[in-house]
Protein backbone atom coordinates (compact mmCIF):
# COMPACT_ATOMS: atom_id res chain seq x y z
CA UNK A 1 0.00 0.00 0.00
CA UNK A 2 1.34 3.58 -1.00
CA UNK A 3 -0.31 6.48 1.14
CA UNK A 4 0.79 10.30 -0.54
CA UNK A 5 -0.07 13.36 1.62
CA UNK A 6 0.21 16.70 -0.23
CA UNK A 7 1.08 20.64 1.85
CA UNK A 8 2.03 23.66 0.59
CA UNK A 9 -1.02 25.26 -0.91
CA UNK A 10 -2.82 28.53 0.55
CA UNK A 11 -4.02 31.70 -0.75
CA UNK A 12 -2.01 33.86 -2.97
CA UNK A 13 -2.02 36.82 -5.11
CA UNK A 14 -1.97 36.90 -9.25
CA UNK A 15 2.11 36.38 -9.82
CA UNK A 16 2.85 35.08 -6.47
CA UNK A 17 4.22 31.63 -5.94
CA UNK A 18 3.81 28.22 -4.00
CA UNK A 19 5.34 25.34 -3.88
CA UNK A 20 3.44 21.82 -3.29
CA UNK A 21 4.96 18.76 -1.73
CA UNK A 22 3.70 15.15 -1.79
CA UNK A 23 5.29 12.74 0.69
CA UNK A 24 4.87 8.62 -0.51
CA UNK A 25 5.16 6.52 1.90
CA UNK A 26 5.18 2.47 1.67
CA UNK A 27 7.36 1.97 -1.84
CA UNK A 28 11.00 3.76 -1.91
CA UNK A 29 10.56 4.97 -5.53
CA UNK A 30 8.27 5.06 -8.04
CA UNK A 31 7.07 7.46 -10.88
CA UNK A 32 4.79 10.82 -9.67
CA UNK A 33 2.35 12.85 -10.76
CA UNK A 34 0.33 16.05 -10.16
CA UNK A 35 -2.94 16.76 -11.02
CA UNK A 36 -5.41 19.65 -10.37
CA UNK A 37 -9.78 19.92 -9.83
CA UNK A 38 -11.26 22.85 -10.31
CA UNK A 39 -14.61 23.61 -9.36
CA UNK A 40 -17.48 22.32 -11.70
CA UNK A 41 -14.78 20.76 -13.99
CA UNK A 42 -12.65 17.87 -15.27
CA UNK A 43 -9.74 16.34 -13.14
CA UNK A 44 -6.57 17.86 -15.11
CA UNK A 45 -2.84 16.42 -15.69
CA UNK A 46 -0.35 19.37 -14.60
CA UNK A 47 3.19 17.63 -14.30
CA UNK A 48 4.56 14.64 -13.74
CA UNK A 49 8.15 12.88 -12.74
CA UNK A 50 9.72 9.49 -13.52
CA UNK A 51 11.03 6.99 -11.14
CA UNK A 52 14.74 8.90 -11.49
CA UNK A 53 13.82 12.54 -12.08
CA UNK A 54 15.67 12.81 -15.07
CA UNK A 55 12.39 12.87 -17.38
CA UNK A 56 8.75 15.49 -16.63
CA UNK A 57 6.29 16.25 -18.55
CA UNK A 58 3.82 19.38 -18.50
CA UNK A 59 0.65 20.87 -19.17
CA UNK A 60 0.68 23.40 -21.59
CA UNK A 61 -1.23 25.28 -19.27
CA UNK A 62 1.70 25.39 -16.87
CA UNK A 63 4.82 24.95 -18.82
CA UNK A 64 7.41 27.37 -18.22
CA UNK A 65 5.62 28.73 -14.58
CA UNK A 66 5.56 25.24 -13.15
CA UNK A 67 8.58 22.88 -12.27
CA UNK A 68 8.38 19.15 -11.13
CA UNK A 69 10.78 17.77 -8.82
CA UNK A 70 11.98 14.73 -6.99
CA UNK A 71 14.23 13.92 -3.48
CA UNK A 72 14.05 10.23 -3.85
CA UNK A 73 16.48 10.22 -0.46
CA UNK A 74 13.21 12.02 1.18
CA UNK A 75 10.08 9.89 -0.93
CA UNK A 76 8.82 13.66 -1.85
CA UNK A 77 8.01 15.59 -4.86
CA UNK A 78 7.78 19.00 -5.11
CA UNK A 79 5.71 21.52 -7.06
CA UNK A 80 7.02 24.92 -7.63
CA UNK A 81 4.54 27.11 -9.22
CA UNK A 82 5.35 30.86 -10.22
CA UNK A 83 3.65 33.49 -11.72
CA UNK A 84 0.22 31.94 -10.23
CA UNK A 85 -3.02 33.15 -12.36
CA UNK A 86 -6.64 33.08 -10.70
CA UNK A 87 -7.15 30.20 -13.32
CA UNK A 88 -4.90 28.29 -11.44
CA UNK A 89 -7.12 28.00 -8.72
CA UNK A 90 -8.06 23.94 -8.14
CA UNK A 91 -7.69 21.57 -5.55
CA UNK A 92 -4.20 19.81 -6.51
CA UNK A 93 -3.69 16.28 -6.07
CA UNK A 94 -0.52 14.11 -6.04
CA UNK A 95 -0.67 10.61 -7.59
CA UNK A 96 1.16 7.49 -7.35
CA UNK A 97 2.41 5.69 -10.74
CA UNK A 98 3.91 2.11 -9.95
CA UNK A 99 5.52 2.37 -13.63
CA UNK A 100 8.38 4.19 -14.40
CA UNK A 101 6.61 6.89 -15.89
CA UNK A 102 6.30 9.77 -16.19
CA UNK A 103 2.87 9.70 -17.11
CA UNK A 104 -0.12 12.61 -18.38
CA UNK A 105 -2.81 9.55 -17.97
CA UNK A 106 -4.71 9.87 -14.65
CA UNK A 107 -5.95 6.24 -15.32
CA UNK A 108 -2.01 4.99 -15.26
CA UNK A 109 -2.14 6.27 -11.15
CA UNK A 110 -2.72 3.95 -9.02
CA UNK A 111 -2.41 5.88 -5.63
CA UNK A 112 -4.00 9.55 -4.92
CA UNK A 113 -3.74 11.83 -2.30
CA UNK A 114 -6.74 13.69 -0.53
CA UNK A 115 -5.53 17.12 -2.58
CA UNK A 116 -4.45 20.46 -1.40
CA UNK A 117 -6.88 23.51 -2.18
CA UNK A 118 -4.96 26.22 -3.91
CA UNK A 119 -6.76 29.66 -4.55
CA UNK A 120 -5.24 32.79 -6.57
CA UNK A 121 -6.58 36.21 -5.99
CA UNK A 122 -6.69 38.81 -8.53
Known amino acids: QVQAVESGGGLVQAGGSLRLSCAAS??????MGWFRQAPGKEREFVAA????????RYADSGRGRFTISRDNAKNTVYLQMNSLKPEDTAIYYC?????????????????WGQGTQVTVSS
Open 26 to 31: GRTIHA
Open 95 to 111: AVDLGLGPTISQYEYEY
Open 49 to 56: INWGGSST
